[in-house]
C-alpha cells in the first residue's frame, strides 16, 4: 500500500470512516491478519452525511471527503453504480493513526477505538 499524507482534518473524517467501516462493513475472514482489508460500499452523500453528523458543515464535509478521494485511489479505482444509478465506492480501511504498515486487523480495530490523539 501507498503511504499518503493526509491533513489533520482529512485524519479526523477517516477515523469516523474506519468507524464506520468496523459498525457496518466487511472484511476477508480468510485472511484477518491484514487490517486494511475491511471495507464498506458507500456512496459520497453517505460519506458527507456521517461526517455531518459527526459537526463538519455540508460544505466542509464536502470539501473534506472530494480531498479524501482525490487523495485516495481506492475510492475511484472501484466505482460501481448502485440499482438507484448512484456511485458506490469501495471505501477502505485507512490506517491513520500511525505510521504501521501491515496492521493486523485486531490491531486496526484497537486502533480505531482508541481514536484520535
Known sequence: MVN???TMNEKKALHLVNQSIFDNGWSWESEPEFGYEHWE???LLQMIKLL???GWTVKSAEGTIGSIVDKNKTFTD??????????????SWTN???DENGVSAKAA???TNKGMA
Do not use: C, P
Open 96 to 98: 491513520v493513526y500511525n
Open 4 to 6: 499518503t499524507s493526509y
Open 52 to 54: 455531518v453528523d459527526g
Open 78 to 91: 472501484d466505482e460501481e453504480v448502485n440499482d438507484e444509478g448512484e456511485k458506490v465506492y469501495i471505501s
Open 41 to 43: 460500499y458507500v456512496t
Open 109 to 111: 480495530e484497537i486502533l
